[in-house]
Every structure is written in structure tokens, then in C-alpha cells.
């Protein structure tokens, strides 16, 4: 069965700083991941998509991660994050040639930056 | 169309009552999701349907909830005999190009 595995529940930064979230899944095929952001009294919003070619993808607001196969990951970063970047970021992963299968999410990491 | 809607987006209702959520997809999006999320989780796969035809239901799918979606269109999520357990955010999703995007949520509290 596919799992996501957020390692950092809770991540404070100052303004400014890098961030690096981790996010491992277990599927032994083909996977496509993504990268969710719910910010506060908002619902959930796509960050940025993984399906296939160059593994560093690119999404909004600055943020980019790398898929690196060989070690299960897909690790989001920033490398100067604002104020307005405080939310919670889920990891998500969709196993399988079928993209608009199921997707699984990982428990989360509440970001919190200090002006 | 500016995306996925649900109705309610609150909920109150004591034990034992049945209450029924309603999802309207994105227009051209034949999937669509129904996920449950509570605090400090993530979203967990409730069920999901192509068009009409419900393809997979989560083992955290009691007898007590049904989601149909009877024209391919809308959906509805009902959850019978409702208990404390319940209450939580339940979110639906549609998608046609393997990115889900998701709607406000429903956010159910069972007294």
C-alpha cells in the first residue's frame, strides 16, 4: 500500500531563512507527487506537481522540489521564506500509470515564520 | 466556474442524526474525491468516483456513509446515525488531468 511520511511536524523559521520540508513515500512503480498548502482559513491549494521528466519541478510562490527516486523522496524547498509562507504543507502521492487515481497524504508539517 | 464548492461549509448536529453534504465538481472534471480530514492530520481517501461509477471505497468507509454521485455531475457524501467520531472537515475534490483540486470543505461537529 502507498504511504507518505512527513518527517517534521512542526518547523519554525525566522523570515528569510531556507526551509527544507522532508516528505518519503513507499510505492515500488511509477509515482506521481505533489505538494498541497492549506493556508490558515483557506482550503487546500496545489503548491506544485510531479509526473514526469526533469525532477526538479518548479511551483508557485518560489517553492520547488526535487524527486529523487532512488531514495523515495520528494523534498520541498524555498530558499527564502516570508512571513505569509505560515501554513501547513502536505506531501501527497499517487501510485500508478492511472493519474487521476487516488491520491495519499502525508500527515502534514505546520510551518510557522516569525516576522 | 471557479472551482469545486461545497454545501454545507458547517455543520452542527447532535448524535445520532443523519446528515448529508453536497459537492459540485469542477464542470469538465469526470473524478471526483471525497476525502476526511481532522485536526493535525491529513486528508485521508474516503472514496471516488469516474462519472457516475464509484471505483474505490475506503476500508474507513463505514456502512453508516454512502456517497453517490447519480449523474456524473454532483456528488452527495450522507453519513447515517452519526456519532462523535465523525466530526471532522470532509472535503471534496474533482480532477481530469491527474491534479485534484479541492473545495472548502464541509466542516461537520457532532454533539
Known amino acids: 500500500a502507498q504511504s507518505v511520511s512527513q518527517h517534521n511536524h512542526h518547523v519554525i523559521l525566522s523570515e528569510a531563512a531556507s526551509l527544507e520540508l522532508g516528505c518519503n513515500y513507499s510505492y515500488g512503480g ?29 511551483g508557485i510562490k518560489g517553492f520547488e522540489a526535487e524527486f529523487i527516486k532512488s531514495k523515495f523522496s520528494f523534498n520541498l524547498r524555498k530558499p527564502s521564506v516570508q512571513w505569509s509562507d505560515t501554513a501547513e504543507y502536505f506531501c501527497a502521492v499517487n501510485g500508478g500509470m492511472n ?15 516569525l516576522p | 466556474d471557479t472551482g469545486v464548492s461545497q454545501d454545507p461549509r458547517h455543520k452542527i448536529t447532535k448524535r445520532g442524526q443523519n446528515v448529508t453534504f453536497r459537492c459540485d465538481p469542477i464542470s469538465e472534471h469526470n473524478r471526483l474525491y471525497w476525502y476526511r480530514q481532522t485536526l493535525g492530520q491529513g486528508p485521508e481517501f474516503l472514496t471516488y468516483f469516474q462519472n457516475e461509477a ?58
Open chain 1, 30 to 58: 511509477t509515482v506521481n507527487l505533489f505538494w498541497y498548502v492549506q493556508y490558515p482559513g483557506q482550503h487546500l491549494q496545489l503548491l506544485l506537481k510531479y509526473f514526469s521528466g526533469d525532477p526538479l519541478v518548479k
Open chain 2, 54 to 111: 464509484q471505483l474505490e471505497k475506503s476500508r474507513l468507509l463505514s456502512d453508516r456513509f454512502s456517497a453517490e454521485r447519480p449523474k456524473g455531475s454532483f456528488s452527495t457524501l450522507e453519513i447515517q446515525r452519526t456519532e462523535q467520531g465523525d466530526s471532522a472537515m470532509y472535503l471534496c475534490a474533482s480532477s481530469s488531468q491527474g491534479v485534484p483540486l479541492f473545495g472548502p470543505g464541509t466542516r461537520l461537529t457532532v454533539l
Open chain 1, 99 to 113: 493519474r487521476d487515481d487516488k491520491i495519499i497524504f502525508g500527515k502534514g508539517t505546520r510551518l510557522h515564520i
